[in-house]
């Protein structure tokens, strides 16, 4: 009796040792699943960071044409204004000229609207590939899925290590943060526009994108007259942003601030000094012809060597 209890303990033994064919054969699916996962997240990465170069680069020129565009209506608003001055003695030359303009000034709105609808279409194209990678397992951050409960692997079988973390509100992506801002600001929604702008700045204090933000902060306050907030706005860029492609701008519109609310010595300071920091550049052209236009020398006189 007692010789035939011997193998059976081993049998027992042997099958408690052994590891479970289940066991394996789950584990084996969760590699494989990590690494398609891991595969598909590569591809994801790589699309997202290709597509958002080439939005970059559309990016960058629907603001110059915003820019450029914006310029040319507050040109040809000045020349309106001139114009009308000038109507009494003019007789019908001015009242055809007049006429030109308002069709150029119609011609802008137009462009306008034309810049507003491709800012549009670039934050769509940006939501879509946000919402693609949503769909993704793990999204584009190169994190293994989780299937089932929080922690659990296919089978409900525990994986070692997971715990299940809180969630952490996000702010939304920059670029659909800045678009969503710079599409209300060309539709003159300048309260909205405003908030969104500083929502960049809050939650990207450090991206290039915030040093325009700021700037279009700015504008808006000029627009709106709030002189000394758009200057303030002004300051930032050129001091926290100062190798932005918009600080020549900023130190542009931080002069005429300064000129509309008769600070008349700092907005000739900064002309000077926008087109010493900045030569050649659009806006130090635009701060040479305003300076000539006041009677103004380009460049600060020397102090004299005698009292």
Sequence with gaps: ????????????????LAPSPR?????????????????????LQNMQTSNDSRLGVLQHLVEQTADSVNRMSQTVTALQQSVQTQNESGGTKIDQLSGQM??????ID?????IAKVDKEIGDMQSQMQNVGSQVPGGATGQPPASGAAGAAPGGMPMQGAQQMPAQPQAPPINDLYQGALRDYNSARYDVATSEFEDVVKNYPDQPLAGNATFYIGEIAYRQGKYPDAIKSYDAVLEQYAGNPKAPAAQLRKAEAELASGQHDAGIRDMRSLIQRYPQTPEASQARSRLNGMGVRITAPKPSAYH
């Excluded at 009796?1 to 408690?16: D, E």
């Excluded at 308002?102 to 011609?107: K, L, V, Y």
């Excluded at 137009?110 to 034309?114: D, F, N, P, S």
């Design 1 to 16: 009796m007692r010789k035939s209890l011997l193998p059976l303990s081993a049998v027992v033994a042997f099958a408690l």
């Design 23 to 43: 066991a394996h054969a789950v584990s084996k699916e969760i590699i494989q699943l990590q690494t398609q996962v891991q595969q598909l997240q590569d591809m």
């Design 102 to 107: 308002q069709g150029i000034n119609d011609s």
């Design 110 to 114: 137009e462009l306008k609207t034309r």
